[in-house]
């Protein structure tokens, strides 16, 4: 199962749009670049994969990492960045999950994980 990932600061939000903690609402129909750079320490040498993934209402948007790691790694940051058609009101949230290994990632709240959504065009 995925976690939903927190990004619990704002630089800015001209809109209202962001919750404030992990969910952001398209106030329009269009297309939306949506981008996530999430921080984790403490990934599992041993896991199979590492999904980080943007849910949107309308599609999944999916990067996986396949870590091959010599040893358990300190920290790490994880990227995806896409651009999705969003009707007004869909909601887009950032989530990240290890496949197999032992469940020791976290993902702490801090301000090195970064989320950003604007409409494109």
Known sequence: TGHDVTFNS??????GDYDG???FTAPVTGKY?????VFVQNSDASCTYIRV?????????VNIID????ADRE???????????????DTALVQ????????????????????????AC
């Open 96 to 119: 990240i999950a290890q496949y197999e290994g032992t469940a020791q990632m976290d993902v702490p709240a801090s301000t090195n994980s970064i989320f950003s959504g604007f409409l």
């Open 33 to 37: 670049q949506l981008n996530a750079n």
């Open 10 to 15: 704002e630089r800015f939000d001209q809109n």
């Open 21 to 23: 903690t992990n969910t």
């Open 75 to 89: 920290r790490d940051i994880f990227v995806i960045a896409v651009l999705a058609d969003m009707d007004a009101n």
């Open 67 to 70: 870590p091959e790691y010599d």
């Open 53 to 61: 993934k943007i849910a949107t209402s309308n599609r999944n948007y």
